[in-house]
């Protein structure tokens, strides 16, 4: 990865998912992966923040759901 903001490279690092058990990885790793690609074709600034942000917030929203889901079978 080229260097890129600080807050950038922060925000890709909550995109992680090898620490999840496998069924929360296949719902994490999507997110992760749209977020790599709209790293790569977007220059950093407040709107890719914004969006990388909001997309943590909608994969979170997604493991969470996932677990409660494991929890209710």
Do not use: I, N, W, Y
Not at 54 to 71: S, W
Request: glycine fraction near 4%; charged fraction near 25%.
């Amino acid at each position: 990865m080229t260097e890129r903001h600080p807050a950038t490279e922060h925000l890709l690092r909550q995109f992680e998912h090898s620490h999840l058990p496998a069924h929360l990885q296949a719902v994490s790793a999507p997110c992760g992966e749209l977020a790599r690609q709209l790293v790569d074709a977007l220059p950093d600034g407040p709107e890719l923040s914004a969006g990388l942000r909001h997309l943590l917030e909608a994969k979170d929203c997604a493991v969470r759901a996932a677990v409660d889901a494991q929890r209710e079978a």
